[in-house]
T-cell receptor, first 109, second 115 residues
């Protein structure tokens, strides 16, 4: 079930703006993952983070693994209309994977 | 390399029936996990299979079961369907090595509607 606090729940932004969302937990995780899900489709992996403090980029996306191992954030720079969707964070420890409730992103052209 | 595939993509059943969903993992991946996604509950873990054995199980009733074959393909079965079982069922595969760093890749899901 969901044990990750993901915020914000939704965002309405103008094309070209930067976006930031984050996930926090009361527990430590060994891996943080960020996924994007389009309606009716499965989540697609965007970025995987394996080490505390790690900062990883994938095109216009940048994510960081918090130094406490209890949080992570995702930034999207210069948003475009196709960035629309629901973004999920996931934390993994041992055989246990937990998800955030998702951030619904709307980009206005 | 082909991604995770799930069949069928859409399914309509009536209450009391049973259903079997299929998942083919990424080639070389040995771990398959199943999730239920609903608007109200979000993503919930059902179970994980590794080398034909259930390695982990979520908090779902016994009506939900699964199995994995020697080629790593997995099936999930739901018996005596209830209206609340309507959901998107997602399968995810991972290499199956170190569980603490094993990134999961999702399939497109099977949308099950129970009438």
């Amino acid at each position: 079930g969901q044990q990750l606090n993901q915020s914000p729940q939704s965002m309405f932004i103008q094309e070209g703006e930067d976006v930031s969302m984050n996930c926090t937990s009361s527990s430590i995780f060994n891996t943080w993952l960020w996924y994007k899900q389009d309606p009716g489709e499965g989540p697609v992996l965007l970025i995987a983070l394996y080490k505390a403090g790690e900062l990883t980029s994938n095109g216009r996306l940048t994510a960081q693994f918090g130094i406490t191992r209890k949080d992570s954030f995702l930034n999207i720079s210069a948003s475009i209309p196709s960035d629309v969707g629901i973004y999920f964070c996931a934390g993994l420890r041992n055989n246990d994977m937990r998800f955030g409730a998702g951030t619904r992103l709307t980009v206005k052209p | 390399k082909a991604g995770v595939t799930q069949t069928p993509r859409y399914l309509i059943k009536t209450r009391g029936q049973q259903v079997t969903l299929s998942c083919s993992p990424i080639s070389g991946h040995r771990s398959v996990s199943w999730y239920q996604q609903t608007p109200g509950q979000g993503l919930q873990f059902l179970f994980e299979y590794f080398s034909e054995t259930q390695r982990n199980k979520g908090n779902f009733p016994g009506r939900f079961s699964g199995r994995q074959f020697s080629n790593s393909r997995s099936e999930m079965n739901v018996s005596t369907l209830e209206l609340g079982d309507s959901a998107l069922y997602l399968c995810a595969s991972s290499p199956g090595g170190r569980a603490s760093t094993d990134t999961q890749y999702f399939g497109p899901g099977t949308r099950l509607t129970v009438l």
